[in-house]
């Protein structure tokens, strides 16, 4: 009997329940009681779906109030002394770790939070100490909720985080130097302490997550694995049998390590990622060990191709036998959402091409059946089979007229006309711009009084010409304000704008869009991307109403304002049929056209925003690496190489470490770049002197992200560090990114006292 298994379950609810429980009690307005009820109801709902779907092997600790990661901070006591220092009560203690934590008396910051491998999750990074110290929680967290579990009737497997991978995506805290992994030693012992006590609990077997399995590993990180595995496979029967997880990506360059886990009961890989990982991963399996295949992706919203899969697990059948294949979800389900079955407006046709992740659970159950009994599933396989090939032939898919202009792209509409210097000296004839020119990144405040109005348009409340009236007064008051400030290159504010992604999504063809289908983000902060299902092309303009007329009223240059092509995509979820480079030249098409229709409406300044350039970079560096720099370059420069050389295009980052792909946003060919370097070292500028960069860059003076007005003084301190790496000439001055979330009177005391910066050094060369 093939068993099927699910390596995490999402935690928000069908409705994000967890989200306004969590938002509630971090408002006072529900108790801690009422919070770990909700969280209990949560649970047992989410085990409930596995168990009636037909899942096998249900994970348990999968749940988390934040982030999972900070679960093992506290579970194994490695929770800084700022935190412990407050005596609040654990929960208290671990949100303030996730959030920070300003109340009653009490004020400290959160703890760092990053992305989680290459996906929109953050997770808290476990922050040590030189001398650190680990031992278990009292009553750790993975026993209560196995014995939870099991109370309901629901034999579960507990989900750990790895202690190799605990450490290694770790990093020392302020003022101490300790290298994470040299703390193997002292966390291993807990962690056999933990295991020893989720056997006595009835657990028979663990999956212990060690992701970072797939990454490019340092000798030390390599070689704590042998230590930790052993340690804990020396228990023999005094703990459960392990499963080592590791997901989005291949684990190949790392076999040398396998021998770390020669005792463990199984291995699980991501096959949807790396299909080709199977047949080399079956040969290094030992004699009785099992392989969880992971074939029913974790990270997309796509209904799964049995036949695929099948085809997959056959091959591992064939070598291994039933008893020792499970199939498994690719990664944990906490990167889709909860439910198709919440998603009233889809298409008919559209519909039948998801799954969310209670769909999901479902195709697991069923692909075991399939391979456990041949025969027992057929009217499950068929549909699938009709809809995907309603899918591969629907219109909506497949577009001739955006595949022929796909054809038809040349080398040479990648490139401006001409060079830099040439282009620069004709855009600041034609703009009139001063040495140290002022700018902002797009957004002016989203204040209330947009969302009312926008809620109203929505609803039908108000009409068409009512709300093109209001954001009409809206651009009227940024440009106002804009006026009064003196800046340079002046922008129209965005208030028509929902998000940067959502609204270009929702004025192109290859677009839908879901009502429900939240995914969690960080902590109680859920997205919900829209969903490239087809060819993307683009019926009508979409932001030049709105520019022109910005335009029309402004005595300045008017930049006009675009989400560039890999963000685009980045933020969606992208289609699984076809390359993702593919999908990214179609939407850089779509903005070439938006691009050009700029300019012919008299918008001679043009920023494409590309802040998700970076995290699509491949975990590993190398060919990979190599060809998304390629295609994602080349999507940004087909996207904005269609205007003349007298238009400035501009794009913008949120951060400001290039130092491992400065080539790529060099050859982007951005003749203004504007970036975050508020909060960074300067030094980090340094890049542009040391690679000759020539073109222009605005490092971002001030930090958007909190309502303090810097003092015009700490503007002129920043300008000069910056001026240490940047010849003046090539000096912008902005935020460091929108200020749609900040307040009317923030913006305006901020941008005064940058201006002034501006004016200062202006007078001094
Ligand atoms: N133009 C966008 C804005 O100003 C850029 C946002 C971003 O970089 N995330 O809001
Ligand atoms: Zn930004």
């Known amino acids: 009997m093939v068993q099927s298994s699910v390596l995490g379950f999402p935690r928000m609810g069908v409705l994000r329940d967890l989200k306004k429980a969590n938002e509630a009690y971090w408002a006072d307005k529900i108790s801690q009681q009422d919070l770990l009820a909700e969280a209990k109801r949560l649970r047992l709902a989410h085990w409930k779906i596995q168990q009636d779907a037909g899942v096998d092997i249900i994970p348990s600790n999968d749940f988390a109030f934040y982030d999972h990661v900070l679960d093992h901070i506290q579970l194994f006591n490695a929770v800084p002394e700022r935190y412990t220092s407050q005596k609040l009560s654990p929960l208290d203690e671990y949100f303030a770790m996730g959030r920070g934590h300003q109340k009653g008396g009490v004020d400290v910051p959160a703890l760092e939070m990053v992305k989680w491998f290459d996906s929109n999750y953050h997770y808290v990074k476990p922050t040590l100490q030189d001398n650190q110290t680990f031992s278990l929680a009292k009553d750790p967290k993975p026993v209560r909720e196995f014995l939870e579990a099991k109370e309901a009737g629901i034999q579960t497997r507990p989900v750990l985080v790895g202690p190799v991978s605990f450490l290694a995506l770790g990093k020392a805290d302020r003022g101490s130097s300790v290298n994470p992994i040299t703390l193997l030693d002292k966390l291993v012992p807990v962690y056999v302490e933990l295991l020893k006590a989720l056997k006595a609990a009835g657990a028979e077997s663990v999956q212990i997550d060690e992701p970072v399995l797939v990454f490019d590993l340092s000798p030390e990180v390599k070689a704590a694995f042998k230590p930790a595995y052993e340690a804990i496979a020396a228990q023999g029967s005094a703990v459960p049998s392990v499963v080592v997880a590791t997901y989005f990506g291949d684990i190949v360059h790392n076999f040398d390590i396998l021998p770390a886990f020669a005792k463990a009961q199984g291995l699980h890989v991501d096959l949807v990622r790396n299909p080709e990982q199977l047949e080399p991963v079956l040969k290094q399996l030992g004699a009785n060990q099992i392989l969880s295949a992971g074939v029913v992706d974790g990270r997309n919203i796509w209904k799964n191709d049995f036949k695929k899969s099948l085809d997959l697990l056959q091959t591992a059948i064939k070598a291994l036998g039933p008893e020792r294949v499970i199939v498994a979800t690719s990664s944990s389900l906490l990167h889709t959402p909860h439910t198709l079955a919440s998603e009233k407006k889809l298409p008919a046709d559209v519909y039948e091409w998801f799954s969310f992740a209670s769909e999901k659970v479902k195709e697991v159950a069923i692909l075991a059946k399939a391979v456990t009994s041949a025969g027992s599933v057929n009217a499950e396989l068929e549909a699938n089979a009709a809809a995907m090939k309603a899918r591969a032939e629907s219109t909506r898919t497949n577009d001739p007229k955006v595949k022929e202009r796909q054809s038809q792209v040349t080398e040479a509409q990648h490139n401006r006309k001409t060079e830099f210097d040439n282009r620069y000296a004709q855009q600041k004839k034609h703009l009139s711009l001063p040495l140290f020119p002022t700018t902002t990144i797009g957004s002016f405040p989203q204040t209330s009084e947009i969302r009312v109005q926008r809620n109203k348009f929505t609803k039908g409340e108000i009409d068409e010409q009512q709300y093109d009236d209001f954001i009409k007064k809206e651009i009227d008051y940024a440009i106002q304000i804009q006026d009064e400030l003196g800046l340079d290159v002046y922008v129209h504010g965005e208030p028509e704008r929902n998000d940067m992604v959502q609204y270009f999504g929702e004025r192109l063809q290859g677009y839908v869009f879901t009502t429900h289908a939240w995914v969690q983000s960080y902590g109680s902060r859920c997205v919900r991307p829209p969903i490239i299902v087809g060819d993307i092309s683009r019926p009508v303009p979409m932001t030049v109403k709105e520019s022109k007329y910005a335009a029309s009223v402004s005595k300045k240059p008017m930049k006009g304002m675009l989400t560039g092509p890999v963000t685009c995509l980045r933020w969606s979820f992208p289609r699984v049929d ?188």
Not at 588 to 594: G, Q, S, T
Not at 603 to 622: C, S, T, W, Y
Not at 627 to 636: D, E, G, I, R
Not at 671 to 680: A, G, H, Q, R, Y
């Open 578 to 765: 076809v390359h993702q480079s593919v999908q990214c030249q179609q939407l850089a098409l779509a903005l070439r056209d938006e691009v050009v229709d700029l300019e012919k409406n008299g918008i001679f300044v043009i920023q494409v925003d590309e802040p998700a350039l970076r995290e699509g970079l491949p975990l590993r560096k190398g060919s990979e690496r190599d060809a998304y720099l390629k295609w994602a370059v080349n999507s940004f420069k087909l996207a904005t190489a269609g205007v003349e050389d007298s238009t400035q295009i501009h794009s913008h980052f949120c951060y400001s470490e290039f130092q491992d792909f400065f080539h790529a946003i060099a050859a982007l060919d951005a003749d203004v770049l504007s970036i975050e370097n508020s909060k960074s070292d300067a030094k980090l500028l340094k890049v542009f002197i040391d690679e000759a960069y020539p073109r222009h860059i605005g490092p971002g003076v001030y930090d958007i992200h909190s309502p303090r007005v810097p003092a015009e003084a700490e503007f002129k301190q920043r300008i000069q560090e910056m001026l240490e790496y940047l010849r003046p000439e090539q000096l912008w001055i902005n935020p460091d990114c929108g200020l749609k979330t900040r307040k009317w009177d923030e913006v305006k005391g901020a941008l005064t006292h940058m201006v002034n910066a501006a004016k200062y050094f202006r007078e001094q060369y």
